[in-house]
């Protein structure tokens, strides 16, 4: 067979198909992808610390011999077991214990070496780490990789072992690394002192030494900073190339409806206003991103900026992910708009959902078509293909993360070239802004409106149960509301987690008897989610026992507890979220989090909940624990994820990346020049969208 980087990987030595089945899971299909699959730390070994030397509070590594094992159930907690094993080194010993991972047995054995990595604490007078990270070391063949150098530890399926995966990649460079092709120009590469891409791969994988590991790093962020910004920088020179509306600011129904508003904007919404006002006055489309934390009120300046373009004869389109949602904006915006006594409340607003009713939707088709709705709310039935507009001058897009990046465009196309503003209250820190939406400008509210009471943010283990439901009854006795947020809706005898179906059951009968309980999931009719939260809502119930289809947008100014159960299983952008729904009003609101937290990254989570409410800070802790590929992933936003670089910490590299797209595009647009062929075939093959992606600026 000939080489090909784009061989599939189980025809490589030592994969076959079923641990090729595994890699793809990692998103590894091709030997590409595995050069492409770097490690996630590394660890020193020509050298180890003593256990004696271990500081209590710190992730360190040992090399140790297993005096013993043992596997036990725990006494407090059913279908809970724990493996535990005694090693030790010439100086000291010190305990592993690891939660539910009973078929660990298996795998050790006394008398065995292993490398270890993990929090050493001291639990009832002894050392310990709880589920540490582990190697166990073949001290006949793991002279070689896997000791004695600097060695790469990667993210892997627990069944695939790093000695293993450290073969495979070895053996990928010595047979592929010929054919990749350096495609990045050399004189960008010699301005920025950048190794090429043949040593990078090498010493990213097996550095020969902490400099060249560094050097390796450097230039493997670099590339993907580069990559990444020239679409970008392509939709934002498109842009300027075509005419916008320039919307007229002089009428005065603007002013006339912030004047009568019963608050006040905050300084922060008055600036995003001044920034959309200056956008929607010039004569090129609007290419706005409008970042608040939940609560702040960007719902509001985005109506402002549909008046705007209805004062003007345009029509505005809001675009919301869910039917609940665009019920709570249809409803909250008309009464605004209706409760007005000057002209405003002559603007005729509309909602369009995929469940009117077929007369009812063909009849807001024709108001549309003829303009007889001004403003219209509604979900992706707006992108319906025989929907058209008399004449679209403002799309807003809210929480567009929901949506695809194709999706996003439709909309807009359904006018000439209307002017586009999204709002996400998902905040993202303004460095990985700039990375993601580099063909955007930003906005951001960071601001909450006054009056709101705090939001306090408790911690409690399985154990603690009780205590949290003291919590949760105490404020339904003040004449509040809750949320019982569970992550499944079925239990789960594998995760050992309950679901919301089972826990309704039961609190309805024990713990929450004395009160009105609803429920609401994922697999519910439509229909039946908005009966529920209509009864939530009114407070014809005390408690919903909820999935996470709570997560966008929902407000119950009567609500002030949640209750998350199993909350490691939750992403701390969706934790706060989920959080945004109690904390309307102005009484003191708790966000109950009940867990165990098994693992070092879900404590961090959890923590980080407990200690910060302010949503961009949660995105930056959030950036920080996972590391941008996960944080924002493929899916989410349909171009790329970072595997390596991360603007919290490389903001410089990423500038330079910048510079250096808009410098080359400035000269060759199209990247036809000899010179940059083989980066327009690696943007092609990266990205397979790319020149979609370019038309959608």
Known sequence: MQKRLDTPVQYLKGIGPKRAQSLSSLGINSVEDLLYYFPR?????????????????????????????????????????????????????????????????????????????????????????????????????????????IVPVYSLPERLSQRAFRLIIKSALDNYLSLIKEFLPYDIRSRNKLLNLAQSLINIHFPQDEDLQKEAYRRLSFEEFFIFQIPLALRKIKKRERPGIAHDLGRSLVSKFIDALPFTLTTAQEKALAEIKFDMARPFAMQRLLQGDVGSGKTIVATIAGIIAVQGGFQAAFMVPTEILAKQHYDKIRSQVTSHKSQVNKIKIGLLTSSLEKKQKERVYQEIKEGKIELVIGTHALLEENLQFKNLGLVVIDEQHKFGVGQRALLPRKGANADVLIMTATPIPRTLAITLYGDLDISVINQLPPGRGKTETLLFNQDQKSSAYDIVKEEIRKGNQAYIVYPVIEESYALDIDGAKKMFSQFKKREFKEFRLGLIHGRMKQEEQDKVMLKFKNKDL????????????????????????????????????????????????????????????????????????????????????????????????????????????????????????????????????????????????????????????
């Open 41 to 149: 730390r590394y660890e020193d070994r020509t050298k180890f610390l003593s256990i004696s030397q271990l500081k209590e509070g710190e992730f360190q590594t040992i090399k140790a011999k297993i005096l013993a094992v043992g596997l036990r159930q725990s006494w407090k907690r059913q279908r809970f077991n724990i493996f535990e094993i005694a090693v030790e080194d010439a100086t000291a010993k010190i305990f592993c214990v690891w939660f539910n991972k009973a078929y660990l047995k298996n795998y050790f054995k006394v008398g065995q070496t292993l490398i270890l990595y993990g929090k050493v604490q001291r639990y009832s007078g002894r050392l310990q780490m709880n589920s540490p990270e582990f190697e166990i070391i073949d001290t006949q063949k793991d002279t070689f990789l896997s000791t004695g150098r």
């Open 542 to 697: 005390d408690i919903l026992v909820s999935t996470t289809v709570l997560e966008v947008g929902i407000d119950v100014r009567g609500a002030t507890c949640i209750l998350i159960q199993n909350a490691e299983r939750f992403g701390l952008s969706q934790l706060h979220q989920l959080r945004g729904r109690i904390g309307r009003g102005s009484e003191r609101s708790f966000c109950i989090l009940i867990s165990d937290a098994p693992t070092f990254q879900s404590r961090q989570r959890l923590e980080a909940m407990v200690r910060y409410s302010d949503g961009f800070r949660i995105a930056e802790e959030d950036l920080k624990i996972r590391g941008p590929g996960e944080f924002f992933g493929r899916r989410q936003h349909g171009l790329s994820e970072l595997k390596i670089a991360n603007p919290l910490t490389q903001m410089q590299l990423l500038k330079k990346a910048r510079e250096e797209a808009a410098r080359l595009l400035a000269v060759d647009s199209r990247l036809e020049l000899k010179q940059n062929v083989l980066l327009r075939e690696k943007l092609l093959q990266r990205f397979p969208e790319y020149e979609k992606l370019i038309l959608i600026g």
